[in-house]
């Protein structure tokens, strides 16, 4: 494995739509391999293929529950909307809110060659939304929400979701 260079700011393979991969060959699993040591070694939790300069398909993610590697990945499904901060490996030095989908589900091909489907709650439907975003060739700063607006949308956010019961008052 080799921590590959990660491509910044206006560089214009970040703006472009990364091709599908036809073949899982050892080339395809080495650039897996290398992508996941690349975002561990930036403190990532997801790095997409045209961030190391690849336009293939191809992404990796971990919250904190393991690694996913998905190839042609594809949602086929959302629902639920957050409003959280976000920030990026290719744009180090920029954060901002971003609106997500608080639940995704999405279909890939793993490393094995077999088709599969991972649901995302949260942090890992918004990593899922954030690195197949890179390979459509669009970046998080297109979609920042200006601060005063993220604050009201996050107030009405926090009561729906304790109303739900999904955080609690000391939340809030």
Excluded: W
Aim: net charge negative; aromatic share 4%.
């Amino acid at each position: 494995m080799a921590i590959r260079k990660l491509r910044y700011y206006d560089d214009p393979i970040l703006r472009k739509r990364a091709r599908e991969i036809t073949e899982i060959n050892d080339r395809i699993k080495t650039l897996a391999a290398d992508m996941l040591e690349t975002m561990y070694d930036d403190d990532g939790v997801g790095l997409a293929a045209p961030q190391v300069g690849v336009l293939r398909q191809l992404v990796v993610i971990d919250v904190g529950q393991g690694p996913i590697t998905m190839i042609n990945p594809e949602i086929v499904s959302q629902s639920g909307s957050i409003v959280d901060s976000e920030g990026c490996l290719s744009f180090p030095d920029e954060a901002g809110y971003v609106e997500r989908p608080e639940y995704v589900t999405a279909r890939f091909t793993n490393l094995e060659g077999q088709r599969c489907e991972v649901k995302g709650h949260m942090l890992l439907a918004r990593a899922i939304c954030h690195e197949l975003d890179h390979l459509k060739g669009e970046v998080f700063i297109d979609k920042k929400i200006p601060v005063e607006k993220a604050e009201v949308m996050i107030a009405e956010q926090e009561k729906r979701l304790a109303k739900e019961g999904k955080i609690g008052e000391d939340d809030a």
